[in-house]
């Protein structure tokens, strides 16, 4: 864990601290929000120097002409996670709580549906069937049916062709292809329809039956969140088309990145739209969550031939991370070094986290998984006293000058007075750095527990004179 105020030099530690990963021939991921163009320059020219300019993935969200493409959701061990993913991003407190639940529901029944079609999840499609949940309930029964009931498609044929308007139920009445919808319905209730069990298919029907005007009440929260995903340049880095031979923008996924040893910055452009990057940050960190139970279980080259079980050292660099902070952090940081998953986080104070969190709880959470503390120049006690109260109280030496005289009271004696000067010694026992100290650090240096003891660090005052 990094602190550091603004312009103390906190990105200009993180590109050294990634130039020597990039160096040892490691797995290195740089999360930026910000989308930093010099930390992004120095990433470049270091993985190239490195010779390892091949296993190079930029993306940026600010600059999707140029940016490598990644599927948020299109890689995952259980297809639960996608919706977990999605929903995770939405409003869990009070009364949201229920509608969050609802939005994880649908789209895990969207999820499960792709998957059993042979369609790779993305934000587009989810998004395309939340709004038309009926087509996907169409081209599924359809399916399901031909695959495992055949002889059911000719009574869908015909109750389509005797249905009329006035047979469909109220609530489903103005929906394109009602009449088909019910006819599908009408032979699935029959004696022979009954026959046919799919739990896909009984969550689509439930689906499909919702009253369109309470539906749209109770995914309220989802679609702004997926149209903020879909929308413009950003959905094509989102929702990548796996067919499209004439873009040549790389696609990545954590698994391959890993097997591969690449170098990956991420920038995020949350200056832009800070939803947005934090939507797509959070379901980064859950992928990787996903990513690191797999290898904890299997090692990285499992299913691959002569593939030998193991743990690389994935190295993670997150700029700014209060930015990113959500419940899919948590698991990475307390949970991920079983995985080899090493986290640099980088931030300004304390406070920024809990603001972010809401929970003072979850804050001394967080920062109780990090085993090392690197503190810059901070203007906020509270983050000061996070280093100096780890520290051992010393013993130093104290001086004490002490002088005195009396008189005489003997009138027939030689001497009037007596006087004394003594110099005593002893020892105090104080803390050995104060949140002072910090807060007056130079530009540039830092203060880092090393064994117990404070250790003063300069790495690079020299690189800080612009910062």
């Known amino acids: 864990m990094v602190y550091g105020t603004t312009r103390v030099g906190k990105t200009r530690l993180a590109e050294l601290l990634v130039t020597q990963d990039i160096r040892r021939g490691e797995v290195t991921i740089v999360f930026d929000p910000k989308g930093d163009a010099d930390l992004m320059k120095r990433v470049w020219a270091e993985t190239h120097r490195a010779g390892r300019g091949d296993e190079l993935y930029i993306f940026h969200l600010g600059w999707p002409e140029i940016s490598a493409r990644y599927n948020a959701v ?35 029944i969207i999820a499960r549906a792709l998957v059993a079609l042979g369609e790779r999840p993305d934000y587009t499609l989810i998004m395309r069937y939340v709004n038309n949940i009926a087509d996907l309930y169409i081209r599924y029964a359809e399916k399901i049916i031909q695959a495992q009931l055949p002889a059911l498609q000719t009574q869908i ?16 009445q103005g929906q394109p292809d009602a009449l088909r919808i019910w006819a599908i319905e009408v032979a699935l209730s029959s004696e022979e329809g009954k026959k046919l069990y799919d739990p896909i298919l009984d969550g689509l ?15 309220a929260s989802l679609l702004p969140l997926l149209e903020k995903l879909t929308t413009g340049k950003t959905a094509e880095l989102l929702s990548p088309d796996y067919q499209d031979i004439d873009d040549t923008r790389p696609i990545f996924d954590w698994e391959q990145i890993i097997r591969k040893k690449a170098v990956v910055y991420v920038g995020l452009d949350a200056l832009s739209d800070s939803e947005v990057a934090s939507a797509v940050g959070n379901s980064m960190f859950a992928d990787l969550v996903s990513v690191a ?11 691959l031939p002569g593939g030998k079980e193991g743990k690389s050292l994935i190295n993670l660099h997150c700029d700014e991370f209060n930015e990113l902070m959500g419940d899919e952090f948590i698991p990475l940081i307390n949970k991920g070094g079983g995985a080899g998953m090493q986290v640099t986080a980088y931030t300004q104070t304390s406070s920024d986290i809990e603001a972010r969190i809401g929970n003072a709880a979850k804050t001394a959470q967080v920062q109780g998984n990090f085993n090392n503390l690197i503190m810059l120049r901070v203007r906020e006690n509270r983050t000061a006293e996070l280093l100096t109260t780890q520290l051992p109280q010393v013993e130093i030496y104290t001086k004490t000058l002490v002088s005195g005289h009396q008189d005489t009271a003997d009138v ?5 007075f007596t006087s004394s000067t003594q110099d005593r010694v002893g020892t105090v026992k104080v803390p050995l750095l104060e949140p002072a100290d910090i807060v007056t650090l130079p530009k540039g240096q830092a203060f880092a527990p090393a064994g117990g003891r404070a250790a003063v660090e300069n790495p690079h005052a020299a690189a800080c004179r612009g910062c």
């Open 157 to 172: 044929e015909n109750n389509q062709q005797v249905l009329g308007e006035d047979d469909v139920p109220r609530n489903m």
């Open 293 to 303: 139970g797999h290898i904890y279980k299997h090692g990285i080259n499992a299913g």
């Open 205 to 219: 029907r439930s689906a499909v039956r919702y009253d369109r005007t309470y539906f749209d009440k109770i995914v």
């Open 412 to 416: 027939n004696a030689d001497q009037d």
């Open 74 to 108: 299109g890689r995952f061990g259980r297809v639960s996670e996608v919706a977990s993913r999605v929903a995770g991003q939405l409003s869990g407190e009070g009364n949201s709580a229920a509608f969050r639940e609802f939005a994880w529901r649908f789209v895990n």
